[in-house]
T-cell receptor
């Protein structure tokens, strides 16, 4: 079983729509959780950390469900610039991160 | 602020040739350093990580090696490249303590021909 599993998508949404997707992780001892964004042929960039109580950063909301071992990301009022691959990332120990293969989101005009 | 550099940005090498990719970090001390490879359309594969000078942990057995000759310098090498070594190589750093988020360099796109 993969450490982090994501629906690869693609999620095709119109501008202004809300899009949400999840990932699941296998290591129940994981302590830190993140969402990264990767544009085509570019490096991944940290989008936001995910906290146990859930957190919001502008149009982006992340939720963590430890009991069910999943993390979600919701994007409100989608912009064309939100088109990217979103990587779910989990920290199973102090030094390493486990990356999901990514969920592709395409926002159309 | 911290900055991470990688070079070269792109590289085309023949099979059997050597490889040396360099990564340096500025603005921080004693970072943890990482090398990843991303094959086309695939996820990130951790190759090596280092928590200090001279300390290298290998995640995947292969014909690649890594070295950390200085605190903020991380080098990825190969004596003889294989076709399967083609990919997008990413260096990343994270703070030695505290939150574990990693920050990536711009990457090197390697094509082995």
């Amino acid at each position: 079983r993969k450490e982090v599993e994501q629906d690869p998508g693609p999620f095709n949404v119109p501008e202004g729509a809300t899009v949400a997707f999840n990932c699941t992780y296998s290591n129940s001892a994981s302590q830190s959780f993140f969402w990264y964004r990767q544009d085509c042929r570019k490096e991944p960039k940290l989008l936001m950390s995910v906290y146990s109580s859930g957190n919001e950063d502008g149009r982006f909301t992340a939720q963590l469900n430890r009991a069910s071992q999943y993390i979600s990301l919701l994007i409100r009022d989608s912009k064309l610039s939100d088109s990217a691959t979103y990587l779910c990332v989990v920290n199973p120990n102090d030094y390493k991160l486990s990356f999901g293969a990514g969920t592709t989101v395409t926002v159309r005009a | 602020s911290q900055t991470i550099h990688q070079w070269p940005a792109t590289l085309v090498q023949p099979v059997g040739s050597p490889l040396s990719l360099e990564c340096t970090v500025e603005g921080t001390s004693n970072p943890n350093l990482y090398w990843y490879r991303q094959a086309a359309g695939r996820g990130l594969q951790l190759l090596f990580y280092s928590v200090g000078i001279g300390q290298i942990s290998s995640e995947v057995p292969q014909n690649l090696s890594a070295s950390r000759p200085q605190d903020r310098q991380f080098i990825l090498s190969s004596k003889k490249l294989l076709l399967s070594d083609s990919g997008f190589y990413l260096c990343a750093w994270s703070p030695g303590t505290g939150p574990n988020e990693q920050y990536f360099g711009p990457g090197t796109r390697l094509t082995v021909t």
